[in-house]
C-alpha cells in the first residue's frame, strides 16, 4: 500500500505492517479525543517515525495514488482531528 505523509512524500508498505500501526492509531485516536496535547504529540511522532521505518520511500518525482494519507508531523491536535474517521487514520 502507499501512504503519504504530508509535507514529506509517499512510502510504500507492506499491509502485513497494519497490525502494528494501528495499535499507535488507537493511542492517538484516545489522546486527541480527550485532548491530550503533550501525548498526543509523543505518539503521533512514534507513528510516523514507524511509518518511516517499516515503509519503502516511493521516489520524490512519483505520484502514485496514496491509499492512506497521515498528518505531517508537526499538524495540530485539532487538524489531525479533523482527519480522524472512527477507525483513527488508519483503517481496520
Known sequence: MIVRIMGEGQVRLA???????????????TEVQNGDGPAFRQTLQALLAKVRELGDPLPDDSLEPSEL???????????VRDLLSD????PG
Open 15 to 29: 499491509e502485513s505492517h497494519l497490525t502494528e500501526l494501528n495499535k499507535l492509531d488507537t493511542t492517538l485516536l
Open 87 to 90: 477507525d483513527g487514520l488508519i
Open 69 to 79: 494519507i497521515l498528518p505531517a508531523e508537526d499538524a495540530t491536535l485539532e487538524e
